[in-house]
């Protein structure tokens, strides 16, 4: 049990620190659109792309609020096996999307990159945690 419960913070520490990163990019969006734009562009096209990180950004946080819920209702921390196993794929996925978003605002990367990053390191963990809701408030099992 306590590799388990050494996990539980390390997974909200990571949380919150990629739920930093993804409102730091709401707020410093501007260099990454025009990284997805031409030289020259038209505000069209600037207002098209802001339309589109904007969306995908609100994607992310509606799947932290439900991570956060997960979390908080202690339905993926409370069973050791399950916790070992979607605790560190969770820790893992976070930490990449940290570690990544920080070089996709630093580096200006384009706005496509956004999307890989976004199925691997916020829609996974998400999909994850909904599943394990159904799991067990949906067919009132216990957690692996």
């Given at each position: 049990m306590g590799r388990v419960s050494g996990l539980v913070p390390s997974r909200f520490l990571t949380l919150l620190a990629h739920l930093v990163i993804v409102i730091t990019l709401f707020w410093s969006r501007d260099s990454n659109i025009q990284a997805c734009l031409p030289l020259t562009f038209t505000p069209e096209e600037y207002e098209k792309q802001d339309v589109q990180l904007v969306?995908?950004?609100?994607?992310?946080?509606?799947?932290?609020?439900?991570?956060?819920?997960?979390?908080?209702?202690?339905?993926?921390?409370?069973?050791?096996?399950?916790?070992?196993?979607?605790?560190?794929?969770?820790?893992?996925?976070?930490?990449?999307?940290?570690?990544a978003l920080s070089f996709f605002i630093f580096e200006r990367w384009e706005c496509t990159t956004y999307w890989y990053i976004f199925v691997f390191c916020s829609a996974l963990p998400a999909v994850t945690e909904m599943a394990l809701f159904v799991t067990v408030f949906g067919l009132k099992k216990k957690p692996l």
């Open positions: 969306a995908a950004l609100s994607v992310t946080l509606g799947l932290f609020a439900v991570e956060l819920a997960g979390f908080f209702s202690g339905v993926s921390m409370f069973n050791s096996t399950q916790s070992l196993i979607w605790c560190a794929q969770a820790i893992g996925a976070h930490c990449s999307a940290s570690v």
